[in-house]
């Protein structure tokens, strides 16, 4: 799979405990000191929140642990707070900033026309995802994202001009999802994109609401959320993962082969370039081609959790470990669609993931970690964990 993720569906990491709730009220204004009304306030990627009423104001109830309060208008900065699991306010007032708007007529690479027919798809796949899940999820308000080709940078850019609205049927959430990032490297494959989630329960009937919970703990086991979980408590062993240590060694061969392919090539003038390897020798040098520029050196002692991760304190463990970890989730088998994507690939749930900045990151209790944007994920969780089998840091599983 070539496909590299870094994950950031969240930008800072929240905790979750349903019990010692703490009020907290505010009132919204913008730079003027004006109110304004019907501002989105929520706990990020929770299913806590409310709007502010027609003078600025809101109330909300705050469960004891370590959250970030995002405050989010459309034509304004979203605003974020992070609010700790001690000493925490009680009442503020909010100002949010103007958010500039994109003079596309000074820009060297404006937005496509036509943005969502040309990249819709492609959008929809790599946000939403393809496993099954997908299938049942939509976004109500295509209308509002905007895309930029870069053809000079190899790299596509996309924007949402009001928060994305996301119903996903097969879950039972809708999600508004206030985007602040999104970026695809066509050179190195890097698929990087953030934001703030809320999510809401849809109603439904009995019958659906079994449904969505069974189909909330089909995703939830085998995730992230799921392996950070049990990092953070040290019991991934004991629940169906295994890590061992991965090293990255540059295949030497493959550098040799690449030369005598350079070096080979002999310029006859008018255009005519010929090769002058032996035909003997094409099938070989062919296969070494097809082989990845490193060659994975898979550690032979499975690692226990306190070798990859140390407590900070009473509520945060740090995960830090060299090179790469391979993660193998044993319980279940990867889903049918990721093995017609991927028809060579294994039919475990295997992943890679590295620290792309080698410092550690922060995990807390309920499987939330930061700083998304320094862990990089390959493999299956590069392609299940998308916007379909997202859930909110307040879930928890069915027994």
Request: aromatic content about 14%; some cysteine.
């Amino acid at each position: 799979m070539d496909m590299k993720w870094i994950l950031a569906l969240c930008l800072l990491s929240v905790a979750t405990t349903l019990c010692a709730q703490s009020a907290f009220k505010g009132t919204v204004l913008d730079e003027t000191g004006k109110p304004v009304p019907g501002a989105s306030v929520f706990l990020n990627n929770t299913s806590v929140g409310t709007t502010a009423n027609n003078d600025g104001n809101f109330e909300l109830f705050i469960p004891a642990g370590r959250f970030e309060l995002i405050i989010s208008s459309v034509g304004f900065q979203t605003y974020n707070l992070p609010i700790p699991s001690t000493d925490r306010p009680t009442s503020l007032v909010i100002r949010l900033q103007i958010k500039a708007p994109e003079l596309e007529a000074i820009i060297i690479e404006p937005f496509e026309k036509n943005g969502w027919e040309k990249w819709g798809k492609w959008f929809t796949e790599n946000f939403i995802g393809t496993s099954e899940y997908g299938a049942d999820c939509r976004i109500k308000n295509p209308e509002v994202l905007r895309f930029r080709n870069s053809r000079k940078n190899h790299s596509l850019t996309a924007i949402a001009t009001a928060p994305l609205i996301i119903e996903n049927k097969a879950l039972g959430y809708r999600i508004t999802y206030q985007m602040e990032n999104f970026h695809y490297d066509f050179s190195t494959h890097y698929l990087i994109y953030a934001g703030y989630p809320f999510f809401q329960n849809m109603e439904g009937s009995d019958r659906k609401q079994r449904l969505w919970e069974r189909n909330r703990n089909d995703v939830y086991y085998g995730s992230m959320m799921h392996f950070m979980r049990l990092l953070y408590r040290n019991r991934f062993l004991k629940e169906g993962f295994e890590v061992r240590q991965l090293q990255k060694k540059p295949n030497d061969e493959k550098k040799r082969v690449r030369m005598v392919y350079k070096n080979s090539v002999r310029d006859y003038g008018n255009g005519r370039m010929v090769s002058t390897i032996n035909p003997d020798s094409s099938a070989y040098y062919n296969h070494i081609m097809s082989q990845d520029d490193f060659i994975n050196v898979i550690g032979q002692n499975i690692l226990p959790g306190d070798s990859i991760a140390y407590a900070v304190d009473s509520t945060t463990a740090a995960m830090a470990f060299e090179n790469y970890l391979l993660i193998i989730y044993k319980n279940k088998k990867v889903p049918v669609e990721f093995m017609r994507m991927f028809p060579k690939g294994s039919n475990a749930m295997m992943t890679e993931i590295t620290l792309i900045n080698n410092k550690p990151i922060e995990v807390l209790a309920n499987g939330s970690y930061f700083n998304p944007e320094d862990l990089l994920s390959t493999g299956y969780w590069a392609w299940w964990e998308k916007a379909a089998t997202m859930l909110p840091f307040d879930y928890q599983p069915s027994k």
